[in-house]
């Protein structure tokens, strides 16, 4: 670990993973290869595009911490981050998201057909590569995982719009769009270093729980957090119409009035940041975006906790710093 | 077999897998449940809208062939009807499809959306059928299987109304979109069977030239057959702007002016059934739909050559007539 004392943990992660990484991303790279030009082109768009790579990273991490690796770790996080490209892919063509990492969306390039099939692609060779480890558990827990968060996307477009969409819906959606990547991306890698059932355990808590805590960070900030500042995207989510806690929570707590006000900005994707800004105030009036992160934070803290079953390391506390900096963005 | 003699070889070989296709639909329902409503209804929509099972019907009487199973054909079975299944509701997103299997497509009932998500799902549980078997060799074949299908679809669409597409770039398209998960189901299921190493490669060749010659049929099909008949469906293809062999070899072979009147029609989705016939009369000037399918019996006597390597069986000869079958369809 090189960074200062002063660099985040995500920076430290970065530092502390940068010999596996190196050779997950030559991985990455070498398969989004194709005799078909706009294959690479198209994958290579989306992969180089400035992701963070948190999920990669932490099957690596993770991995290190047991320290008996079989080697299969690299591949596992190459195989992650390529179904998670792949998801956002199809995401994007299903949210008729314009935008990207700050870019326009592949789909905005090369059109939503050149997206839904590359897409697929990654997918295919995820599991190639998933197959070379010749590691069946962990082939089971990733395609699971894969079912899981097309069945939880489903369940997210067939709740779009819905007011009468509960906070335990919403549970169950991000759980499956969000948390179970995480928690396989984590437990994957704890088997590929050789973790007992106890270490496989806690490490998929440790991502299930992270992941969670990062979606309901990432709903709050798209209403512009703690703050409630507004910045250009926010409100992306009331446009589309999607159903995230703040807005569950300032249905449920609204007068009459305010869910009338909320009614008719939801979905609307020609809502204006004056509707935004209205239907934020509602949700600071109500707390809903206090509350969406303090749920945030009880899920941060069950990832610290379950972190303590593992031996004591520098990894096992920067996996800790890392929670806490994942919650500590949308202050 | 309980068929009499009069029967087509499609329906004995229905009634020859009759006990483990019973297994196989059944694991196919129960796999496409869930408790997010849409993925079943969606799912079942298209299962079971008639469509023959050829796939899982090959990797079930592959498997037979061998007989010293290990049981695993059934899920590799299931598994291959699901990823035919996500490729066909991907497809018809891709090709804007209106109708599949003579009803509309699932996209016209459940949107495009979803179509794409429960075609992920479908994915996902393919591979989780496969991880259940142990068979990490069986698994290898099938994803390279599902990368390469979706590379062959992003090469089909990049050349969607390319006049300039040969008829190697052709072979190239159908042999990854179609053929290579023919011969997928074929090898998985004689690997299931327990074959050694040549009936694994003689199935897999069976598989691959069945796919080719079955492709190849369906693509003069779309322009009539050997009698250049027009159906309704008649120029599906042509309107798509879809460069299969019949609208590429009238274009090698017309005159200037007969060039001119198939790049009028090419991806006219208004091109009326008198642009369509006049396409089908150049290319019956041309022969081109007579040397289409005479390279569909090339490669169906090639399918039924690769069986000679294997003992011969009541079933051996019921393959080889089905390849038969799947070429006379066209005339």
């Given amino acids: 670990m090189r960074e200062a004392q002063s660099a985040t943990p995500i920076e430290r992660l970065v530092s502390a993973t940068e010999a596996d990484m190196a050779k997950v991303n030559e991985l990455i790279l070498s398969r989004a290869e194709s005799h078909v030009e706009m294959v690479p082109e198209l994958a290579r768009y989306l992969i180089e595009s400035g992701g963070k790579r948190l999920r990669p990273m932490l099957t690596v991490a993770a991995a290190s911490l047991f320290g008996r690796g079989n080697g ?137 729980e992270l992941g969670t805590a990062f979606q309901l960070v990432d709903d709050a900030l798209d209403y512009g957090g703690q703050s409630g500042t507004l910045g250009k995207n926010t409100g992306d989510d009331l446009r589309e119409g999607k159903m995230t806690l703040p807005v569950i929570l300032a249905l449920a707590n609204g007068t009459e009035a305010e869910r009338a006000v909320i009614a008719a900005a939801l979905g609307n994707a020609e809502a204006s940041a004056e509707d935004v800004a209205d239907v934020v105030a509602i949700m600071e009036r109500h707390g809903a975006l206090e509350r969406t992160l303090e749920q945030a934070q009880a899920h941060a803290r069950a990832a610290q906790d379950a972190l303590v079953a593992l031996p004591a390391s520098e990894m096992r506390a920067l996996l800790g710093d890392v929670v806490e900096f994942s919650v500590m963005r949308a202050f």
């Fill in 72 to 208: 299969s770790a690299v591949n596992f996080a190459a195989a992650v981050e390529f179904m998670h490209n792949a998801t956002l892919l199809h995401d994007d063509v299903v949210d008729d998201s314009d935008m990207r990492r700050g870019k326009p969306a592949a789909r905005m390039v090369w059109g939503n057909k050149a997206s839904i099939l590359v897409g697929d692609f990654l997918l295919g060779q995820a599991f190639m590569m998933m197959v070379e480890t010749g590691d069946i558990a962990s082939l089971g827990v990733l395609s699971a995982a894969s079912a899981v968060m097309a069945e939880g996307e489903v369940f997210q477009l067939a709740k779009t719009g819905d007011l009468d969409t509960t906070a335990d819906d919403y549970a169950e959606v991000i759980r499956a769009k969000t948390a179970v990547l995480f928690e396989a991306a984590c437990k994957v890698g704890a088997m590929a270093g050789g973790a007992d059932a106890a270490g496989r355990e806690a490490l998929g808590i440790y991502g299930l």
